[in-house]
């Protein structure tokens, strides 16, 4: 055999190999890496929420300082006239009062105190009464009262005294006189300015005369509307201003043979007159007593007061300008 030979013979023989060798080997084997495992989703956190604290009422009975604990002190002038203060069923008024009873709650301004009571949270019962001077009320220093009332008409001077209330009532003044004086016949203010006129001190009766009556004449002044009727009665004043309601009252039950001449126009909005419960100045009780005042509009009880105790006395001439 030739060497050709021999190198022809090989190349079969090393391609068996290759083959083989090809065969036999194993791909090296990629590890699969392990799943990515989903992100973990956190948790929401819960939202608490806190209730507020509720605010004590400030106007809660419990809470009010007055002059005694668990008591409300109300004062009014004496005698207590009707409208305003009805006698009792008896005719006869308890002691110390005269003519009316602010006790019983009959009458205007007996059921408004009760009302603004009623809304600070006082029954009737916790409801104690005071006699203190008109003049008293309104002066500067300690008061022997929670509030007062006993018409007294809000000012600017009284103001600076002590703690006036929103007003309960809005008053015309009128002028009385007998119905023989020729003042009976005036129907305007210019006919009112050459007569004599009297009225309570302190009052805005007197004022009305002062400022808007301009009299010629001196105007007198009393300790007290009876001391007034009575200076009326014996022709010493030919006039008497009071208040619309109280007018009514005198002509219809306190004085034979009087009129009402007639009254003056009221003023509108802020500037018109009104009746301000009295307090002392500073006192803790004023912000309550507004609201129970607002609260007593706003439910109509104030309304439904008026129209039960003063709705007879309103109307009367009115005095021409």
Request: aromatic residues 8%; charged residues 10%.
């Amino acid at each position: 055999m030739t060497r050709r030979s021999l190198r022809i013979l090989s190349l079969p023989l090393l391609a068996a190999l290759i083959a083989a060798c090809s065969a036999s080997a194993s791909p090296t084997p990629v590890p699969t890496p392990p799943p990515t495992p989903a992100p973990t989703q956190a948790a929401a956190t819960p939202v608490v929420t806190v209730a507020p604290t509720p605010t004590a009422n400030p106007c809660n009975k419990s809470l009010l300082t007055t002059l005694t604990a668990g008591k409300l002190t109300i004062g009014t002038d004496n005698p207590a006239y009707p409208p305003y203060f009805e006698p009792p069923a008896s005719g006869n008024a308890p002691a110390p009062w005269e003519l009316g009873d602010p006790t019983n709650g009959q009458g205007f301004e007996s059921a408004v105190a009760y009302a603004v009571a009623g809304k600070l949270g006082y029954a009737n019962a916790d409801v104690v009464w005071t006699v203190v001077p008109f003049d008293d009320s309104y002066k500067p220093g300690t008061k022997p009262f929670d509030f007062y009332l006993a018409q007294v008409s809000y000012t600017p001077d009284r103001a600076q005294q002590v703690d006036m209330s929103d007003g309960y009532y809005y008053v015309a003044q009128a002028v009385v006189s007998l119905k023989a004086n020729p003042i009976a016949g005036a129907t305007s203010i210019a006919d009112l300015k050459n007569y004599k006129f009297g009225a309570q001190q302190g009052t805005t009766a007197y004022d009305t005369i002062q400022n808007v009556i301009a009299p010629s004449t001196t105007t007198s002044v009393y300790d007290s509307n009876d001391a007034a009727i009575q200076a009326l009665k014996a022709k010493q004043i030919d006039g008497l201003v009071v208040d619309l309601p109280t007018a009514f009252y005198i002509t219809s039950a306190q004085l034979d043979n009087s009129v009402i001449v007639g009254q003056f126009p009221v003023a509108q909005g802020a500037s018109a007159e009104h009746f301000s419960l009295v307090l002392a100045k500073g006192s803790p009780l004023t912000t309550c007593v507004n609201s129970a005042i607002t609260s007593l509009k706003a439910d109509g009880t104030l309304a439904q007061i008026t129209t039960e105790w003063l709705s007879e006395k309103a109307s009367a001439p009115v005095f021409a300008q």
